[in-house]
């Protein structure tokens, strides 16, 4: 059973640093990975899809990392600004008709 | 635009009551799922499908039944509510097999059971 684990639960910076966000999980036989952002209240808005074959993909600020190796994957963000405040979830699918299994989610808060 | 909406957005309801909650697409996409989200668990899979008279079992299925008679609906039926299904739903949907396979999520729906 694929589990995905979020390392930190959560994270404080100031405006303006570069942050790295970890998921990890535990088959890397996995079709693919996407990150997600859910602000307080709202659905889930997919930042970044990263195929099994791909080793990054970059959206703006954004950049993911993929190591199906080692299981892991990172969301790098550039330039923090307090409109990134939000909670930001890692999903793994394991086939192309997969379901997703999500981790529980870093909650980011970036102060002015 | 193309969308997912999900209703009601808020719900109290009584233990042992028959709850549907309604999710609804309009992007065309055959697979659509229900999830959960709770405090400490993150998001868990209820049930999915992926197309007409299709559906599957998720990892928390129990109390829960789902029918697909059109591509753009799939409701959520708790047959006898609990306490313990209160909870944040939320639906999603994906394109079949274009292999991007991104989720499109909706703005949930957060019922309580008393």
């Known amino acids: 059973k694929q589990e995905v684990t979020q390392i930190p639960a959560a994270l404080s910076v100031p405006e303006g640093e570069n942050l790295v966000l970890n998921c990890s999980f535990t088959d890397s036989a996995i079709y693919n990975l996407q990150w997600f952002r859910q602000d307080p209240g709202k659905g889930l808005t997919s930042l970044l899809l990263i195929q099994s074959s791909q080793r990054e993909q970059t959206s703006g600020r954004l950049n993911a990392s993929l190591d199906k190796s080692s299981g892991r994957s990172t969301l790098y963000i550039a330039a923090s600004q307090p409109g990134d405040s939000a909670t930001y979830l890692c999903?793994?699918?394991?086939?192309?008709?997969?379901?997703?299994?999500f981790g529980k989610g870093t909650m980011l808060l970036v102060s002015p | 635009d193309a969308e997912i909406t999900q209703s009601p957005r808020h719900k109290i309801t009584e233990t042992g009551r028959q709850v549907t909650l309604a999710c609804h697409q309009t992007w065309n996409h055959n697979n659509m799922f229900w999830y959960r989200q709770d405090l400490g668990h993150g998001l868990r899979l209820i049930h999915y499908?992926?197309?007409?008279?299709?559906?599957n079992k998720g990892e928390v299925s129990d109390g829960y039944s789902v029918s697909r008679s059109n591509t753009e609906d799939l409701p959520l039926t708790l047959e006898s509510a609990a306490s313990s299904q209160t909870s944040v739903y939320f639906c999603?949907?994906?394109?079949?097999?274009?292999?991007?396979?991104?989720?499109?999520f909706g703005p949930g729906t957060r019922l309580t059971v008393l």
């Open positions: 999603a949907s994906s394109i079949a097999g274009d292999g991007t396979d991104t989720q499109y």
């Open positions: 499908s992926y197309g007409v008279q299709d559906t």
């Open positions: 999903a793994v699918a394991n086939s192309g008709y997969s379901t997703l299994t």
